[in-house]
């Protein structure tokens, strides 16, 4: 009997008798490694599931009541907890994901598509797409094999903040498509994690003089209110008394630099205050900007 029969006549005692221990433990050994070799990330879900199910029978006396010699069930009982163990050390087993990373740039959205197994090529559907398109193949080979592989970057183009369908299905180095995958792509919440995180590794305003005035720039703040609806900054105190006029932008892409973009202040100013509120009405903590750049 070759494999595909073995596991279609497990299935069916299964589905004969759902609380019969044997064929679980037996069907986790046809999608074990020391069985298969290399496997794909649905072969390793599949042992998974059916190691858990054995395990659950087995703890309910549903195994060892089939065997006169009690040290054969005692010794698939230690070897299934044994695979589950080693299992649980590779979270991607427990679900076949794919993990798109987004960023914006100057010409529109870009996404990365994160597959934790090789994949030999990668269709996705974004919006109001009718049909899937192929990412295409990369220049590169997966290590150790001539197979290329899959072009994980995609161009999404300009889009107001919103909340778009996304689908991503691929196929696994075995030939089989795992799939698809459904995924909303929120472009305020992506937007808003990024530039909070990269205003952590920032300097929020930057300092000039002219004509015996100091002048506190907000450029790269302005170029972040997609995200911002308001800045409020103080001199040389803690009050964050004024505002700085800031227009929203929901055009898309990164915003545009125009208008006001620094406030003035006495050329004695020796620090700043600022703190931001964003779009979703979440603040930041309040940061002090030294006009000699140093540190408190």
Same mark, same amino acid.
């Given at each position: 009997m070759d494999r595909g029969d073995e596991i279609s006549s497990l299935l069916?005692?299964?589905?004969?008798?759902?609380?019969f221990a044997p064929a679980f433990y037996q069907?986790? &050994?046809? *999608?074990?490694? /020391?069985?298969?070799?290399?496997?794909?990330?649905?072969?390793? !879900?599949?042992?998974?599931?059916?190691?858990?199910?054995?395990?659950?029978?087995?703890?309910?006396?549903?195994?060892?009541?089939?065997?006169?010699?009690k040290k054969i069930a005692e010794e698939q009982t230690e070897d299934a907890r044994n695979r589950l163990k080693q299992l649980a050390y590779a979270p991607d087993v427990v679900k076949s994901q794919v993990f798109p990373t987004y960023m914006l740039a100057n010409d529109g959205w870009?996404?990365?598509?994160?597959?934790?197994?090789?994949?030999?090529? &990668?269709? *996705?559907?974004? /919006?109001?797409?009718?049909?899937?398109?192929?990412?295409?193949? !990369?220049?590169y080979q997966y290590s150790g094999?001539?197979?290329?592989?899959?072009?994980?970057?995609?161009?999404?183009?300009y889009l107001k903040n919103g909340r778009y369908p996304l689908s991503i299905k691929y196929i696994d180095m075995k030939g089989d498509e795992q799939g698809?995958?459904?995924?909303?792509?929120?472009?305020?919440?992506e937007r808003l994690?990024?530039?909070?995180?990269?205003?952590?590794?920032?300097?929020?305003?930057?300092?000039?003089?002219?004509?015996?005035q100091l002048l506190i720039y907000f450029t790269s703040l302005l170029s972040e209110r997609d995200v911002i609806k308001q800045i409020k900054y103080s001199i040389n105190d803690e009050s964050l008394s004024n505002n700085f006029p800031i227009q929203p932008w929901t055009k898309g892409g990164i915003p545009e630099i125009h208008g006001d973009i620094y406030a003035k202040a006495p050329s004695t100013t020796k620090y700043v205050c600022v703190k931001i509120t964003f779009i979703d009405n979440s603040e930041s903590k309040m940061k002090r900007f030294n006009v000699d750049g140093s540190s408190d």
């Open positions: 069916q005692l299964i589905k004969n008798d759902p609380a069907l986790s &050994i046809e *999608y074990s490694q /020391n069985r298969l070799g290399e496997r794909s990330l649905s072969e390793k !879900s599949l042992e998974r599931q059916y190691l858990i199910e054995f395990l659950h029978l087995d703890s309910s006396g549903n195994n060892l009541k089939y065997y006169l010699d870009y996404m990365y598509i994160s597959i934790p197994e090789h994949a030999t090529k &990668i269709y *996705y559907k974004f /919006n109001n797409d009718t049909g899937y398109h192929f990412t295409g193949l !990369s220049d094999t001539n197979i290329p592989q899959a072009n994980s970057n995609v161009f999404l183009g698809p995958f459904h995924i909303v792509f929120d472009t305020e919440k994690l990024s530039v909070k995180k990269n205003l952590e590794m920032t300097h929020w305003v930057s300092f000039n003089t002219y004509d015996s």
